[in-house]
């Protein structure tokens, strides 16, 4: 490149790594149209050995199949492509030991930093990720154990708000069909919903509550149980978009109408949730607030090895006609 740009090796160097020593331009231009003419591509593996940094991020999903979690993943990788960076997908499948191959990988591989949504919790990986030292951002997720900053949704206040919804449509029999027990976002979302209910005079100990996967065919099971019960619920709080799918494709089977027989709330806000007939009354979370702001507290603890920020993020309730407001003409999503 040097012979054919007519200058030194030092120069093209310099050109190549944007270094300190000022080029000129009329140089500069010969040196980037020997770059093109040879074809040339800086080795990346060889720069990352110099510089210690890859310009990767690993992110780690516990089911990509789950719309919610594609969703964000696209917008965390439209961010993470804005700041240079290539970003490494990791599909743990909801189980722990895939999720701990998958982290211990790409800690292998070099990433300069991951976003973690775990499925149930560290486990495996904790003292893994801990000896790396490689910085670290938890979504979705409160895992204090973790050396790590975290980026969560008010989960309790946006299920208080939805179940409240309910109660203010005149309802009150309030179900819930919840995710899998113990993990952070179930546990704070059944809290809202019983608190709603308390606050309204309601006791949420006898209202009918299950657990499951967050997915439409446990929805559909659980929907199937509550919704065949001599003392149905009128109304239920649905913990995901996912799983609110499964309970009115329940409903219809068993011959009761949205809103009419049952009204229905959740919790996502995915694009999918206002194609739903009657479209899908649900707490939207920001998505690409999460994806953005998830990369960019990353980058800041990349940059000065900050730990320990946290950043709670509010849902904002979408008004459908699964609950019982008007149903939107024309006003659906781009999926």
């Known amino acids: 490149m040097a012979r054919l740009a007519g200058t030194s090796e030092a120069v093209v160097s310099y050109v190549l790594n944007n270094g300190p020593r000022n080029v000129a331009p009329h140089t500069k231009e010969r040196v980037l149209r020997a770059i093109d003419e040879l074809g040339y ?22 089911d990509n199949a789950n719309p919610f979690f594609a969703e964000l993943a696209r917008e965390i990788e439209d961010v993470a492509f804005e700041h240079g960076l290539t970003l490494l997908l990791g599909n743990a499948m909801d189980d722990d030991e895939r999720e701990a191959a998958y982290v211990r990988t790409l800690i292998d591989r070099q990433v300069d930093g991951l976003i973690l949504i775990p499925a149930h919790g560290p486990r495996t990986w904790r003292s893994l990720l801990a000896a790396s030292g490689v910085p670290c951002i938890v979504l979705d997720r409160e895992l204090d154990e973790v050396p790590a900053s975290h980026l969560l949704i008010d989960n309790e206040g946006g299920a208080h708000e939805a179940t409240t919804h309910l109660i203010e449509h005149g309802r009150r029999r ?7 027990v113990g993990i952070h976002p179930t546990v704070d979302r059944v809290a809202g919903w019983a608190r709603a209910l308390s606050e309204a005079g309601l006791d949420p100990s006898a209202m009918p509550l299950a657990h499951g996967p967050f997915g439409r065919r446990q929805g559909y099971l659980s929907g199937r149980d509550l919704l065949s019960r001599e003392n149905r619920p009128h109304a239920l709080f649905v ?5 609110a799918f499964g309970v009115m494709r329940a409903a219809a ?8 027989d049952v009204a229905i709330c959740s919790f996502d806000g995915i ?6 007939v009657p479209a899908l009354t649900t707490m939207r979370q920001p998505l690409e607030q999460l994806g953005r702001q998830s990369v ?5 603890q990349i940059k000065d090895q900050s730990v320990g920020e946290r950043v709670i993020l509010p849902a904002t309730l979408i008004r459908r006609g699964s609950c019982g407001c008007p149903d939107p003409v024309g006003g659906v999503d781009d999926a």
């Open 41 to 62: 591509r800086p080795n990346a593996v060889a720069r990352s050995l110099r510089t210690s940094r890859t310009h990767t991020i690993g992110l780690v999903v516990p």
């Open 174 to 180: 309030i179900g819930c069909v919840a995710g899998p």
């Open 239 to 243: 913990t995901s978009d996912e799983q």
């Open 253 to 260: 089977e068993l011959g009761l109408t949205v809103p009419g």
């Open 271 to 276: 694009a999918a949730s206002s194609y739903t």
């Open 296 to 300: 960019e507290l990353l980058a800041r």
